[in-house]
């Protein structure tokens, strides 16, 4: 589906209140600000009352940086590279983001799914396709365009050794990163390293499993807030982001900071 001008419009204002809360307390003191627009899929995406406790690693990036990068999520449930495109998500960034501003990118799970074809991207062609729109539509604007490769499932073979589960998406991104001269955080690569150092017990904690659910894709919150931890971590090595920038790196992150607010017409839109 593609949305009106209306409804794209209220998806950016969904996303972003913390962010325009932010920007004017800034402007405000005679300041200028940068805000992080993520562009992702549910991994990464806000998730409301209903859901909880499942948390997406979006929710918990605030909390490793400053409070003047404000965070602006607009990754949503279900997406792709192609169907965040063809429904007027990025368009939704792209109308509000600003010079210097940053747009971190991260899709591949959705991607993946050859039978549906308003998702399917193909990785050496149409998701390198998709993912430049992201990184000419950020540059076109002054902003900058980074590129995740996608967070790993929880899977484990029978020897207990982690799993890769993303097939070629991790690699054609780094290539597509190379080309490009764009910045590369390879969530993909540390999330597997971190699944394999935690091993298959213990990363039950981290995943959304509950007493009627046992999801290996989705977290929780301390699975939030690892991955975040991850994120924050790659863009400071990247030098993305200074030091300056990035707050509680080796903190322990309390999982009762995460909160789910209701969900409004205008964020689940």
């Known amino acids: ?8 419009t209220a998806v950016a204002l969904a996303a972003v209140p913390l962010a325009l809360a932010a920007n004017g307390t800034a402007r405000a003191a005679g300041r200028s600000t940068r805000t992080l627009y993520i562009a992702g899929d549910s991994t990464a995406a806000q998730k409301y009352a209903d859901a909880a406790p499942e948390t997406g690693w979006g929710m918990a990036l605030p909390f490793f940086l400053r409070k003047d990068l404000p965070v602006a999520n607009h990754a949503v449930n279900g997406r792709s590279s192609k169907s965040f495109v063809d429904e007027g998500r990025l368009d939704a960034i792209l109308s509000v983001i600003r010079p210097g501003d940053l ?3 991260q899709f591949a799970h959705n991607d993946e799914k050859a039978a549906d074809p308003t998702r399917y991207t193909e990785p050496w062609t149409t998701y390198q396709d998709y993912l ?14 980074v590129l995740a490769t996608p967070v790993e499932r929880r899977r484990f ?7 890769p589960t993303h097939g070629d ?3 054609a991104m780094r290539a ?8 590369l955080l390879d969530i993909q690569a540390l999330s597997l390293a ?10 039950k904690t981290y995943f959304n499993w509950t007493a009627t659910e046992q999801d290996n894709t989705h977290f929780n919150p301390p699975g939030a807030i690892a ?3 991850l994120v924050a971590r790659e863009l400071l090595r990247t030098r993305v982001l200074a030091p300056r920038d990035v707050v509680r790196l080796d903190d322990d992150i309390p999982p009762s900071w995460i909160t789910w607010p209701e969900a409004t017409d205008a964020s689940v839109a």
Request: charged share 30%; proline share 5%.
């Open 157 to 163: 073979d029978a020897d207990g050794n982690a799993v």
């Open 1 to 8: 589906m593609s949305l009106t001008r209306r409804q794209i």
């Open 132 to 145: 430049r729109r992201y990184l000419d539509g950020a540059r076109a604007r002054g902003a900058r365009p």
């Open 194 to 203: 971190l699944w394999q150092e935690l091993g298959v017990e213990a990363t």
């Open 169 to 171: 998406y991790p690699a």
């Open 103 to 105: 747009l971190l990118v």
């Open 176 to 183: 597509l990163a190379a080309e490009e001269r764009v910045p």
């Open 227 to 229: 991955v975040a931890r």
